[in-house]
């Protein structure tokens, strides 16, 4: 499975096209609906969330609610497109007060001077509109197909926020991963450690009333995956450096980690490895989860918990120096529409990119063309692992 993604951030939509989706998945314009929403909540977002609504359309790929093998189209309007028609227009335009309005003071922390160098706009805006994370949208819709897959094997994923801006929640105590989401869907920034949560939405706050904005770091969780997916055989068959790519790929993230991450290089080996069980009813198991889910690129069978850190957004209301491209002049960079904090949604977005990975995974080990011979197949490799 694989899928690309073309729109510009004012252009009149943002466009995926899906790749290798099995056929017989159940699928409306509902699954996707929802996560759109979700992506589009969090406190500590701008203006622009308000004034759209993302809804999908799907224009290709599924008939009478079902995928048919085919490419998905999944396309989202920017309703916002009707104010940028002169902009973002396709056609080439004369009106020069526009196009005297070129974007030619690139922003620290953002691609705009590289994509610039890279290509060789003069009018960064010809990057901007491509780099912003409004892409993120199709993700999260390609996301939600690949939620679809999951839901049918079995296989549960479940992002949330577990620090913004130095604030920190409280080491998770949850009963089920269904509790987990019923509580962080409840919250603006959805985290589960509701004093947290509150400290959280301060520290936006503040940062917003500086012209500051924050970053943070959050957690996806997936649950249900059976022990042997992925592989250590070659470096692009291993899923954990698969997630690992995906989770960077998305705008702002800067690093990743699984289980106990980066605090394995401070712990002796004994307190690092899980140690192997085994029972009549659950066959191999592992006592604790430091792994985060993987050996060897391999799952264990434990859940995979995969964290990314993200960075402060790059627009800030109180600008950082920068230099014009045209007079060479120091300036204040240029600000752009803008959220002050949007670890919240980018959670979302981990969540979707996440699924992806996992999904794509098992859609190929298990099958590949048809839902139920993947689920027949998934379901034999269960058994299996559990008499081995
Ligand atoms: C959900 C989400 C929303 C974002 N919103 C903004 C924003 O409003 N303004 C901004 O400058 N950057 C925003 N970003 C981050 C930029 O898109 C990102 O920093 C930029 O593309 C440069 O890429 P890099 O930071 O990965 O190097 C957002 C990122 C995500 C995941």
Redesign the pocket.
Known sequence: MRYLTAGESHGPQLTAILEGVPAGLELRAEHINKELAR?QKGYGR?RRMQIEKDVVNITAGVRHGKTLGSPIALVVENRDFKHWQTIMAVEPIDDETEIKRKVTRP?P???DLNGALKYGHRDMRNVLER???RE?TVRVAAGAVAKRILEEVGIRVAGHVIEIGGVRAKKLDYRSLEELQAVTEESPVRCFDPEAGQKMMEAIDLAKKNGDSIGGIVEVIVEGVPAGVGSYVHYDRKLDAKIAAAIVS?????GVEFGIGFEAARRPGSEVHDEIIWSPEQGFSRRTNRAGGFEGGVTTGMPIVVRGV??P???LYKPLQSVDIDTKEPFAASI????SC?VP??SV?AEAVVAWEVAAAIVSQFGQDRIDLIKENIERARRYAKEF
Not at 250 to 254: C, D, M, P, S, Y
Request: hydrophobic letters at 40%; a positive charge.
């Open positions: 992506r701008g922003r922390g953002h691609a780099s912003s994370a993120t998305i705008n702002a993230f800067k993200m960075k957004i790059p627009t752009e529409r803008s959220d949007a949604a980018a977005v």
